[in-house]
């Protein structure tokens, strides 16, 4: 039985490419996971883990929120956490998880439209 499409974009909301996983593309799942998680994690390494904080980035936070379970954890997780120091790369990192939780979005909408189509309600 085949998943509604509204639950297989939820479920690439929550986890970066397990959308498409769930709709038989496993090459485009691992692919698109793989680059949005990559992104991400980069993100963070870059800001030595500040670089997700809804509370001091909020602008930002709504594109990050787009990588949907990987950004409620890092902010959960590490978003409250006092900065005692300067960090270099801190911007490049807001942007690079930005950047991710926007890509995971277009991931979600291709994989809610593929299943839309799938399923004959294009």
């Known amino acids: 039985m085949a998943l509604p499409a509204p639950i297989v ?59 949907g379970g990987p950004a409620l954890l890092a902010d959960r997780f590490l978003g409250l956490r006092p900065q005692g120091h300067t960090i270099d790369r801190l911007e490049l990192g807001v942007v690079f998880t930005t950047v991710a939780g926007i890509m995971n979005v277009v991931a979600v909408v291709d994989a809610y439209t593929i299943a839309r189509l799938r399923d004959g309600k294009g």
């Open 9 to 67: 974009a939820l479920a690439g909301w929550a986890v970066p490419g397990l959308g498409h996983w769930l709709l038989g593309r496993r090459s485009k799942a691992m692919y698109l996971g793989g680059l949005i998680l990559g992104a991400f994690g980069a993100g963070l390494l870059l800001g030595e883990g500040y670089s997700v904080a809804s509370m001091k980035f909020p602008y930002h936070w709504w594109g990050q929120l787009g990588a």
